[in-house]
């Protein structure tokens, strides 16, 4: 068993307030808190399995009480309406049942938050220890922090969520006199001890006392361990430039600038974490958004949350996102769409009226359910307003109540009566549950109803995205052209509709400098009354078209008043080696602001190679050498085209695709779109020539994402002339 208790060079010395015997030293002194220590944990373990079994036995009397109250109500329950007396005491009754079920549900649902607390922590019960002494004078107050809080029997804090308030001077890392906010209140402390575990449920496996986080053995620790298929939560180890993200005030914006392994993935995973905590009870994972660059990045990160305790959000590609609000059959299409375009789109609408042409027919099943005709009367019964989303949602509501009239109509139809007869007895039964044979006509009616909203259930979804509005004939009118990008055509249903989610809260946009002004301006207007998180490198925007980060910022400014902006310049993915490698891609400056707390490792290995049979060769020993070094190592290439072709060259590698997710280990052919945000053991660039990297500014920053993916090791190919990116500086 591993014992590092000796303090870091930067901590100060701490004396028996905190249990340490002060005759003690050395080795004697780390072996005697080792053992308090592991004492303590064995302690909470213990704790921890006890209030998981009460929570259990809780909520198991729970559902026996529920039944058996629901039982007797049931039994008891007299529905009467006969008087208005009868009437309110019947109504009296039910609340007073309802009243009982929730207090009930109530209960059941604190004793399964504690039991997910109990899940989530028998894996690590805590990860650090802070000692603060709130008093002059008085001894310290220990604190163990891990990935949920929870309370004893007695309400005494076991364990203290790495969220809450007073967890901040942890992560603050500033020893001595310091201060924390919490309920608006500022407390001020003195922090005398800070220190790091690292735990395997019930055992401990090593601790040591610092202040200094980029000193810290347990970060440099699990940063050398080797990549997985999936993404780790590394609360214990989140760094005070990542923490000033994680707990930033709530504002409007906040756009995070971050070199590469700078952990923006970490900090935005972490940041919603943290909101889900600020707003426990009030924020549901269905009302926050996580627009990834790629659905493999998606499943990338899809266990971090759960690991935490927390439900995942909505996790969506700007495809994902963009489709379902286009036509059927209608693909995303151009996404490099400026803000004066959009601009334009306002301006037009501002002074629009509908004509009769801007409205179309709802049919379904061969059969005009709506025509255009009775569209062009409703709006003008509301011609009074202008053309726009204030309209257009008095429109939609009655021309809802009329659809539901038309089938209401067919409804009563003996023709419908025959049809719903003729259909196969399976169907009847799992329509209606039994055969269609109504014993009155309101029967029949209210069957065939049943039948007419599933059989027009495309109608039904055409009213609600207000499909009997013709977006393109208005465009054409409106704008004097037509085939509009998927861009703008969704941005001027927007303008003309009010097409959008209102309920989301918070919106996160990972690899946020991929995104063109106009696509951007299309998520703030759709998610009007959110929160965003823009997150990215602006040295990563390797597309054409995007929006730079100043521009970014101005479509922000404009739809949303400030930004708030942050930046993270510390980078703990790759070597040093690998780090000064991809900072000198950086522009002049910026590059002298990034660091690596990395340890050492081989340096990058760069082969330049005369001919194709030379390169060739040098590639195939390449893929040897990793394949037998073991770990995931990604073979990138700049296109997907390129990664089918260089798959037939090698042998035993697999092409990733969209579809894929990172496999454990092994060598895999990345195409750079689905690289971003991932990172590998072993990175290998097979061409890193003149010709595939010309010296222009985009291919600067394609060269420089790639290279950045690299953790450990990193192989740099070139056939025929090294790229002039690589000789400068």
């Known amino acids: 068993m591993s014992r590092e208790g000796q303090q870091s060079a930067g901590a100060p010395s701490v004396g028996g307030d905190l249990g340490r015997p002060s005759a003690a030293t050395g080795q004697e002194a780390a072996d005697l808190v080792f053992a308090a220590e592991q004492a303590h944990l064995s302690e909470t373990y213990g704790k921890l399995e006890k209030i998981g079994r009460d ?18 109500m049931a039994e008891e329950l007299a529905v009467n309406f006969a008087t208005w007396d009868d009437i309110l005491e019947t109504h009296a009754d039910i609340v007073a049942m309802n009243n009982i079920i929730e207090a009930h ?59 809450s308030p007073v967890a901040e001077v942890y992560y603050n890392q500033t020893m001595g006199p310091t201060s924390y906010v919490a309920d608006g209140r500022t407390i001020h402390v003195d922090l005398q001890l800070r220190r790091q575990f690292e735990i395997e449920e019930d055992r401990l496996i090593t601790y040591f006392d610092s202040d200094v986080a980029i000193e810290d053995k347990l970060l440099l620790a699990s940063l050398s361990r080797g990549r997985s298929a999936h993404m780790q939560a590394i609360t214990a180890t989140i760094q005070r430039e990542q923490n000033a993200v994680v707990r930033h005030e709530d504002v409007p914006v906040l756009q995070v600038a971050g070199i590469a392994g700078s952990g923006k993935t970490s900090v935005f995973m972490q940041r919603i974490a943290y909101l889900f905590y600020q707003h426990r009870g009030a924020l549901d994972p269905t009302q926050v958004f996580l627009i990834s660059p790629n659905p493999v990045f998606g499943r990338y990160i899809d266990r971090v949350l759960p690991d935490l305790g927390e439900r995942n959000p909505e996790i969506l590609t700007w495809e994902e996102f ?34 009769r042409s801007d409205f179309r027919d709802i049919t379904s099943a061969g059969v005009r359910l709506l025509g255009g005709d009775a569209v062009e009367k409703v709006s003008a019964k509301f011609a009074n307003l202008p053309a726009g989303p204030h309209r257009a949602t008095l429109m939609a509501e009655e021309l809802s109540v009329r659809l539901t009239a038309r089938l209401k109509s067919l409804a009563a139809q003996e023709d419908t009566h025959d049809e719903i007869a003729s259909l196969p007895v399976d169907e009847q039964l799992r329509l209606f549950g039994e055969v269609f044979d109504p014993q009155s006509d309101e029967e029949a009616r209210t069957l065939a109803l049943v039948y007419l909203e599933e059989k027009h259930t495309d109608a039904l979804r055409a009213m609600e995205a207000m499909e009997w509005l013709d977006v393109d004939r208005v465009a054409a ?16 249903k927007m303008a003309l509709t009010g097409l959008g989610n209102p309920e989301a809260r918070y919106v996160m946009i990972d690899e946020a400098q991929d995104y063109s002004q106009g696509q951007l301006a299309v998520l703030a207007r759709y998610f009007r009354r959110a929160h965003f998180l823009l997150l990215g490198d602006p040295n990563q925007a390797i597309f054409e078209g995007t929006a730079t980060w100043d521009e970014m910022r101005a479509v922000f400014e404009e739809m949303r008043g400030s930004v708030s902006q942050c930046r993270l310049m510390t980078s703990y993915r790759s ?38 049979d030379e390169w060739k060769a040098a590639l195939v020993e390449a893929v040897r050498v990793a394949c037998d070094a073991g770990g995931l190592t990604a073979v990138i290439v700049p296109w997907k085209n390129d990664a089918k072709r260089l798959a037939k060259t090698l042998d035993g590698v697999t092409v990733l695709g969209e579809g894929d997710s990172l496999p454990e280990t092994g060598i895999v052919v990345v195409p750079l779109k689905l690289a971003k945000g991932l990172e590998f053991d072993r990175v290998i660039i097979p061409d890193a020539s003149a010709r595939a990297f010309p010296n222009s500014d985009i291919a600067r920053r394609r060269l420089y994402t790639t290279i950045s993916r690299a953790t450990r090791h990193l192989t740099i190919l070139s056939n025929g002339e090294l790229t002039e990116l690589l000789n400068q500086g």
């Open 575 to 612: 070597t040093p080696a690998i780090t000064d490698l991809f900072a000198r891609l950086l522009p002049a400056g910026e590059a002298m602001e990034v660091a690596s707390v990395q340890r050492e490792a081989p340096a990058p290995e760069i082969v330049v190679c005369e001919n194709a």
């Open 477 to 492: 009118r409106l704008l004097g052209r037509e085939g509009l990008t998927s861009v703008e055509w969704v941005y001027l």
């Open 55 to 72: 929570a259990i036995a809780a909520m198991e009397a729970v559902a026996r009480d529920a039944a058996e109250d629901k039982k007797s």
């Open 105 to 163: 549900d109530m209960a059941n649902s604190v004793q399964a938050e504690r039991l997910r607390a109990v899940e989530v922590l028998l894996r690590e019960p805590y990860f650090a220890k802070i000692a603060l002494q709130f008093k002059e004078g008085a001894p310290a107050k220990e604190l163990y922090i891990g990935s949920a809080g929870i309370s004893d029997e007695n309400y005494r804090r076991l364990v203290v969520d790495w969220r």
């Open 322 to 355: 963009l489709s379902p609000l286009l036509p059927a059959g209608r693909g995303v299409g151009e996404s490099d769409v400026s803000l004066e375009r959009l601009r334009a789109i306002d301006a037009a609408v501002a002074s629009f009226e509908f004509a």
